[in-house]
């Protein structure tokens, strides 16, 4: 079956306003596609298909009226399964929330249908946002579009397949310490994570409050971009600085990446102006991240883990447990720290325009997989997913993650981060990058 | 030996300015009287008698020339051993500082200084400010004026004493739990913690940063409240609202108060207008304020526990180490709870100006008791201490405690609580007391 959207959502929206297209026909298209598809893919927990009809009715007599809501006007979108949306089943991938109806909007949808968007349902999650590989869900696995028996990475993961596998050409996710890039890096679409509370986090169910963050799955960096404009307001024309300066991580402690998926990273960057860069203190930011995400998520699930353990899917529920022992006095410390480590970063930015460095250090894992070798020493494939993400949500950084092209036909995704002010430029570097397929390289 | 200060800071202001005394005179007599009771009381753990008399004759001289600090000027103030003033020693009660000399004043010493005090030393406390009682410290107990043979409370222990034996006027404490106002109560005295952040922390060595007060210690609230303005800029003249609307709290849950203590705070009230009320949650109070204070407090101290742990009293060490215990989670909700506990208080402030209820719901015991008995129920000493003084750390309300009168001779204090901008009212009420001395109720 064919990707029922090819073009970008610049194209759509040309295309909606030629008339060579209707938001009907988008979304008609699409519940087809999903109908088709989804048994195979596990991207969508709940599809809308009476709702999605009528908003985009409604979209089609607005821009037949003359009332245009710009670029994502009349474009269907999908919605991770722990962001509310009114009158939909929203149950977090858990089956504590099982028949659990969302009663109103969170903040990102109310916006996204002030924008004119056709919300098409609700895409599936790793359960309650709780791991980075997507594959443990009361909806099942979320299945890589590049191969269904591989992980889409989570707890986007249904977003990041919608996306890949050309159901939607947008999807709303949420990143706590990667859960929109990284399954948007494994499925070789796009992901950006904005700024900390740039987009709100209202109506959103919670994994750990001062690390969660909104963020946008795309086929191209240039539609992340633009449904963030549509969303957020954006402060003034951004200034010109060309070349960017960019800093790019050099592999060291605290960043398990496999060196094909480096080089590659590194490749699409050709012929911009990088220089190498040791990411500083980068085990104490790994260490105050566990603190922080322990210590917050276990608040979050401490009466359910009492109360009716049996609902949680039994690797979640030991994550959970292993959360409730975090000392208070490593959180009380990790808060207090998280200063110095921005300020450590702050000082990078004064060099660099832009940090670059892969988004995960390995390819997507078969489902399931819990151990991956890297460079032939073996390693958690949780903390390795998690290793090179994390750090922007501890520290608020705004983090784009862009396909660098394919080793063995698996994608790998190029992490951009940029201080907040300057996602222009995270979207400007993106545009020049040159990404690559190599085959047989990832075991070499 | 009689005590060196009877009179009201007003009072001394006055004899200053009249010739009556000179700065001089009144660091010289404090000076002897420290040299000659300390070692009985174990008020102070270091004296600046150099400092002092160097302090009292500027201050003399300026006065002379015409230059006039307002109340503070002249008057000789201790300051608590956790409090940086500048060349002194200041080592927290702890084995762990010994030697340390601080090396510029805190910020509440700072504003002492341009009010024209006169600082004559540093005052003993609870070994890093981690108990109630008093009675734990590289310096020993401090002992109550009323009977040596009893507790101070702490942690401010030295400071209540200090005052109390009337030593010194006024003396500067820190207050995370009741450290200010449970030594004020158990040694008959006026302690003053005001509204969370109104005196600077900087400088302050910390026991846990969100429930830190600095706050005072003098012989009347009236003293208390001419310091308080000496070191803090008050808005506006008072509304006048009189009578005052005051809150009783109950004996209820959570309440650890003695029979003839209640009976005798609640008398101090008489004739004015006074309802009954229950204080709302406040077993979730106690529990949230646990939360924070061990988790702020072993984020202080976790690299002492783990290197030099034979440094600390054994008491304190095992408090830490339970310290260490509590969840990160549990802090979260502690943390998120805040607001609601605040909240419930202030609808109680819609319906009085104060609340009213005991600093301590028991007379000061034998040093070194770890249980006593109320009302025929054995509790434990730490527990009692705080239970009325720490709900309002948590909530960071302004709360003062006043002499309410003695029981067999041992001295009682009612506690006055306010939100933030009606501290006048607290003190107009305190000038409406009546202590009264009652003997053999106690284990009536």
Known sequence: M??????????????????????????????????????????????DAEGAREAARRADAELAAGVDRGPLHGVPVAVKDNIDVAGLPVTRGSAHFAGRVAERDAECVRRLRTAGAVIVGTTTMHEVAYGPTGDRSVHGPARNPRDPARMSGGSSGGAAV???????????????????????????????????????????????????????????????????????????????????????????????????VAALARRALLGQDVTGVELPALDELHRDFAAVQSSEAYAVHADRVAGRPELFDPEVLDRLKGAAAMPGWRYVRALAARDGHRARFDDLFARFDLLALPTVGITAPPLDTRQVEIDGVTVPVRDTLLALTSPWNLTGLPALTVPAGTLDGLPVGLQLVCPPGREHMLFAVADLLRPAALEGTLDA
Chains 1, 2 share one sequence.
């Open 162 to 260: 919608a996306v890949a596998a050309g159901l939607v050409p947008l999807a709303v996710g949420t990143d706590t310490g990667g859960s929109v890039r990284i399954p948007a890096a494994l499925c070789g679409v796009a992901g950006f994570k904005p700024a900390f509370g740039a987009l709100p986090t209202g109506g959103v169910f919670p994994l750990a409050a001062t690390l969660d963050h909104v963020g946008l799955i795309a086929g191209t960096a240039a539609d992340c971009l633009l449904a963030y404009r549509a969303l957020v307001p954006l402060p003034g024309p951004p200034r010109r600085e060309t070349p960017a300066r960019i800093g790019w991580a050099e592999p060291g402690p605290g960043l398990p990446i496999a060196r094909p």
């Open 2 to 47: 064919t990707r029922v959207h090819e073009n970008t959502i610049a194209e759509l929206a040309a295309r909606l306003r030629s008339g060579a297209v209707s938001a009907a026909e988008l979304a008609r298209r699409t519940l087809d596609a999903v109908a088709g598809r989804n048994a195979e893919l596990g991207a969508f927990a709940a599809v």
